[in-house]
């Protein structure tokens, strides 16, 4: 490895300039701040110095892919691209076919690398930028990673970046569901013997999520569409500072997808797969009264899950039945509904259900009344294998 002091010492003005800056530092902040750009170029030094020695070792030509012919070497050329400690610049081996075929030149060494032929950025910066992305605007994430890399990135670039990037994980997810539909199941995540203990929760429901009207243009009246979303997670219990015992939620998983049902069950069984629905010793599925979701329990999960109705789902379907049946002002309802709750939550829905049937047998119930009792209940019933 190259000595650092000999390559800081050379006649570089900029670098002189550098230290000069750092000298006349005076509060922390400052420092460090002037030391960065000098950290920059430190970097880019040992980056270009490991790339100058690889390009010298010695290389085995592929052949040509039209005539099959051993490309030869016509020399070194220049490569240059910006990375996320500045511009790194390197001369390699380039290759180009003896018998004169029309093939683009082949430089080995980027192909060693995973540098693609037309590639300006490198990989690092990249990823960086698309993580950025899902957080804030295009050009706000570029304005960022311009203060970190010490240069310009466009808000294209990043844009670009992130389709790139969103291409290339969907491919890969068709990929793995593809995979799975045939049988071949993916790999379970590494768990410890401990988090493989553990309960596995699953749950889905829809969400409206903002989109734009256009593709790629930051204008126009924002779009609400509905996404459909699933999340597992490991429940593990916690013990609070004043004792008390609570539930958290371990290694969460997320999937989501703009589509349907069927599209939300293909990757939310593989996910579950991964986080090893097959070997948990216990499966919790929980979801709200949406039907769709119930289809979705019932035609793949039903085997593996017990499933759950979302306690404060049925608890919001019971207010509407009392405030229906009692009137929503008494406190004859209240008291109503707060025993009713306690019963769902431990498990007992019959004598709630048993009330309910009772109200709905009730003279002169007002029309609306017996309508919203009635939807209650069916609600109730149909979850009553769920209520546990
Ligand atoms: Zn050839």
Redesign the pocket.
Known sequence: MLCLSDSIRHDDPSVQQLLNTIEKAQTLTQLILAVWPLARVLARHIVEYVLAERAQRPIAWPP??????S?RSKGFAQRQLTSLVGPIRWRRRVGR?????D?PQVAPLDEALGVQPHQRTSGELQCLGCALAVFVPFATAARLLGWYCGGVVSPRAVWCWVQAAGYQAMEHLQEELAAVAQGHEPTPEPLTAAQAALPLALGADGVMVPFRPDAGAPRGKIRWREIKVGVLARLRPHRTRTGTVVTQLHQRRVVAVLGGIEALQARLWLEALRQGIRSAPQVVWLSDGARGLWRLFDARFVDYARGILDFYHAVQQLWKGAAAWLDGRTTQARRWWGWARHRLRHGHPDGVLADLADALAVEGLPDTARETLRTVYASLDRHRAHID
Do not use: A, E, Q, V
């Not at 040509?64 to 012919?69: F, K, R, S």
């Open positions: 040509c892919p039209t005539c099959g012919t490309l076919c003896p018998h004169g075929c093939i």
